[in-house]
């Protein structure tokens, strides 16, 4: 029997990110009398060892290039272990409402089709949701103007460290802080409609690498198991990362795969992060929710 009939909200981070940036909205929720848990996915915040090439100052450029990553060989299913651990723990206490954004859609998808028992309620904060496997391997048919590419490739490093993951990709956040051109194109693309202070608050708290291995077969959900919990998916109607018309792509995908469950959409006049410099207003809307 389950102690409780409030929910935990558990947060699940994006691409370069990790447990540091929900700190706010989690906040503003423990406000409004809920529980939440902010996960760090393995090879991230607290579970990362390095690059400590990355936090040095000044900077070494050969240095980081050649560290070794945090998440040479991380997996999606390491992430599903990871977090379905968390919700073990967390089950019996209450409802669970699994919340994840940009890329960590994926291992929320993953993890609910996983333990669908233990999930009450997906929530995307304009998360990567696959529901068909040709997402994976055929181009998507949606004008994608997002702004985010252009953006990192200014601040990749390409690793040469012996035995590199090649779905490692690493990003030097914090040059951002010493090239105003790049910092603006940056906040363009993730929090544009948020204060420079802000937005350098939140680089403070990126890690530098990422796993884009995670986009693999295991990240597609189906009808069946992921279905089968009730689903929302919150818009960001002013994110030039993941546009809204890829959110819509994916909304409506997802909605062929279980017409007679499709996603519960609310939309929010907000950037890709924010969540971040605007935590009151999301907190507000999934405490809707529940």
């Not at 000044?58 to 299913?77: E, F, H, I, K, N």
């Not at 699994?98 to 999930?119: F, I, Q, R």
């Not at 490692?168 to 940056?186: G, K, Q």
Request: negative net charge.
């Amino acid at each position: 029997m389950r102690a409780s009939s409030r929910p935990t909200f558990v947060c699940v981070h994006g691409g370069s990110s990790n447990a540091r940036a929900w700190g706010p909205l989690r906040n503003e929720l423990a406000l409004l009398g809920h529980r939440s848990y902010a996960v760090d996915l393995p090879g991230h915040g607290e579970r990362a060892d390095g690059p400590a090439a990355y936090h040095r100052q000044p900077q070494d450029p050969v240095a980081l290039a050649a560290a070794p990553s945090p998440m040479s060989g991380v997996t999606l299913r390491d992430n599903v272990l990871h977090v379905t651990e968390v919700l073990r723990r967390l089950a019996p206490l209450g409802p669970v409402v699994l919340v994840g954004h940009s890329l960590g859609g994926l291992t929320v998808g993953a993890v609910t089709e996983a333990v669908p028992d233990l999930v009450d309620r997906t929530v995307y904060l304009s998360a990567l949701c696959l529901a068909d496997p040709a997402m994976l391997t055929e181009a998507w048919d949606v004008a994608d103007a997002n702004l985010l590419e252009a953006a990192v490739a200014r601040i990749a490093v390409p690793l040469t460290g012996a035995g590199a993951d090649p779905g490692v990709v690493r990003l030097n956040w914090r040059a951002a802080h010493a090239d105003p051109a790049v910092f603006a194109e940056l906040k363009a693309a993730m929090m544009a409609d948020s204060t420079d202070r802000a937005f350098g608050a939140l680089l403070d708290t990126l890690d530098p690498d990422e796993n884009h291995g995670v986009l693999e077969p295991g990240a597609v959900v189906t009808a069946e198991r992921w279905g089968r919990v009730p689903h929302t998916y919150v818009r960001l109607s002013r994110d030039a990362a993941l546009t809204p018309a890829v959110q819509d792509h994916m909304i409506r995908t997802a909605d062929r795969l279980t017409p007679d469950h499709p996603f519960d959409v609310r939309t929010l006049d907000a950037s890709h992060v924010g969540y971040f410099s605007r935590p009151a207003l999301f907190a507000e809307l999934l405490a809707e929710l529940v």
